[in-house]
């Protein structure tokens, strides 16, 4: 790499895109902290199953996580679709062959990858970036004050150094009219890896459980023409609200109302995309949700968080000017984050 390439570089949120970036500027030979909100490490057996689709196999499988997310993978043997009454409509048995995980899997897969390659300040966030021209000083939460070469933002479909440099989210962020609540309860209702789904007009309740004394994991969806911004500061009125939507006595939806009161791990969001005209601006860039984030529902958000990591990585990796680095990687992106390609060189 020339003496005048950029060298240290701040990766913001150390989720799936954030952590893989991390690992891959680390074999490239960058100086890389990685500052993550969440003070806790990642938890095994938590969080939502993530499919990893053809580019994301293959980035773990170049990052030697392929054992590791083997070991780590939910098979899935029944889905049970209940009609609003919660009579069952139909029963199918999926195809399989997909690699799919629980979030917390990989996370921690990622973390035990970067291991040694990165400086991590968990617990921590960007308060404030100011490019000069030469470098971007960072000011934290926490008081801390560092100087980069490279700022990136990969905090999620929320990022806020993508607010600080782009401005508020509202703009790029585009509602598809859905409203998703996800949490997790304990599995009492002898599931064994199986999804059961009710659906009505406008919601569904889906509960997935997999292994026996693991936690079931339930998402609502429900549809509403204007997103609800106003209840995203209170998780309370989140509560409120989701719950007006399931007032039927069918099924195990006075059950799942009531631990979604409970549950501390309740994560309340709108579905939509963001939609933004560049992702970088001189010497900030976005990876992953913070990017390109897409509906949920679309169910490919891991693999191209990794393949977009992997590619940024790759195009800064042989130095040179960062601006040409940003311009080929958002081009190669764009044209197509689920077909990734060999390695260079
Ligand atoms: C309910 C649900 C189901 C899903 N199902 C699937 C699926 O089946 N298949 C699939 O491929 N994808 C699925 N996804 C999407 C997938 O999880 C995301 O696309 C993927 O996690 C994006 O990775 P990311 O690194 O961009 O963001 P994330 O993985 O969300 O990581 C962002 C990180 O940034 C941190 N952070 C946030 N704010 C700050 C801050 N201010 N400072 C520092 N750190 C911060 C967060 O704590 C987090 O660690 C699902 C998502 C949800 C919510």
């Known amino acids: 790499m020339p003496p005048s390439s950029p060298r240290r570089v701040l990766v913001s949120g150390a989720g799936i895109a954030g952590s893989a970036l991390a690992y891959w500027l680390g074999r490239h030979g960058f100086d890389v902290t990685v500052v993550e909100k969440t003070a806790s490490a990642p938890a095994h057996g938590r969080g939502h199953v993530v499919t990893l689709g053809e580019a994301g196999r293959e980035v773990a499988e170049r990052m030697g996580l392929l054992p590791a997310l083997r070991a780590a993978h939910v098979g899935q043997r029944l889905t049970t679709r209940l009609d609003a009454t919660g009579e069952v409509r139909e029963t199918v048995r999926p195809v399989g062959g997909e690699l799919r995980v629980r979030r917390g899997d990989l996370l921690a897969a990622l973390r035990a990858a970067l291991e040694g390659s990165a400086e991590i300040l ?51 962020h585009h509602y598809s009219g859905q409203v998703f609540a996800g949490f997790s309860l304990p599995n009492d209702f002898g599931l064994a890896h199986e999804t059961v789904e009710w659906e009505a007009p406008g919601r569904r309740a889906r509960l997935t459980a997999y292994g026996p004394g693991e936690p079931a994991h339930a998402c609502l969806t ?17 509560r409120e609200l989701v ?5 039927e006595q069918v099924w195990h939806l006075p059950r799942l109302m009531r631990a979604m009161w409970r549950a501390d791990d309740l994560h309340v969001d709108v579905v939509g995309e963001i939609r933004i005209r560049a992702w970088s601006h001189e010497r900030f860039a976005l990876v992953g949700d913070a990017a390109w984030g897409g509906s949920l529902l679309a169910g490919e958000g891991a693999g191209k968080a990794l393949a977009g990591a992997y590619v940024l990585a790759e195009e800064l990796g042989p130095g040179g000017a960062h601006e040409g680095a940003f311009a080929r990687y958002e081009e190669r992106l764009r044209a197509g984050a689920e077909k990734l390609p060999p390695p260079r060189g």
């Open 122 to 172: 968990a617990g921590d966030s960007v308060a404030t970036l100011d490019d000069d021209g030469e470098a971007v000083h960072v000011a934290f939460d926490s008081g801390d004050f560092r100087t980069y070469d490279l700022v990136i933002g990969a905090e999620g479909p929320h990022s806020n150094t993508r607010r600080l440099v782009f401005g508020p989210e509202r703009p790029f």
């Open 243 to 247: 719950r007006g939507y399931f007032p």
């Open 222 to 238: 429900l549809t509403r023409e204007d997103p609800p911004y106003t209840v995203f500061g209170d998780p309370w009125a989140q």
